[in-house]
């Protein structure tokens, strides 16, 4: 009997594959983003929602600090399609300076209309010293969501497939911890919100190499 080349291997597994819809790893992420934004719900309950969530939800700066992690956690989903497959591309970070930008120039605009001595408070708002750290632990339930997916796919590149699922956990859950916070400066969103989506980016990209492997 004759050894088997690696080749003949290959074309063997090939010819037992079964096709698998490209959607399929879309509703896959539909559905650990939901687990995972389920659980980061009960948080915010846990937390409280804002008492005038329904007053700030007409204003426009609820709105704008919305669609700034919402832009955020949209990048890196979309990464994270790419990156679950073994010829992906590395992802282009510097697309994030498109909605920090953004929202830097809003930031500068309200500074420019605040009140004299309004600027600490813009900076510090309320919430400060908690901001970035509920939304690392919101960004958890989220973040194990994502990881059970990107199991079932076939990363190469660990640590930045585990850096691009913490950047879309953090900004996932920035996005549901709107429903708790009562800052409405966006100088407050720009540094502590970033911060807390950074962290878990981070995070992400230390565990990667160990949870991600296949």
Known sequence: MTERTTEALIDELA?????????????????GFTLGGLVA??????????????IAALA????????????????????LRQMGRPEAQQPRWQWLLVPISVLAIIAFFQIMRAAPGAMPYMLFGDSWRVCARNIVALALPIYLGVLWVMRKLAPTDLRVAGATTGLASGAAAASVYCLHCPETSMLFVLIWYSLGIAIATAIGALLGPRLLNW
């Not at 426009?60 to 890196?76: D, E, M, P, R």
């Open 15 to 31: 010819a037992e594959a079964i096709a698998v819809s490209p959607s399929a790893s879309l509703w896959r992420f539909v559905t």
């Open 41 to 54: 719900l009960l948080g915010v309950y846990i937390l409280g929602w804002r008492e005038d969530l329904s």
């Open 60 to 79: 426009i700066n609820f709105w704008v600090k919305l669609a700034y992690t919402s832009a955020l956690c949209a990048f890196g989903v979309h990464w």
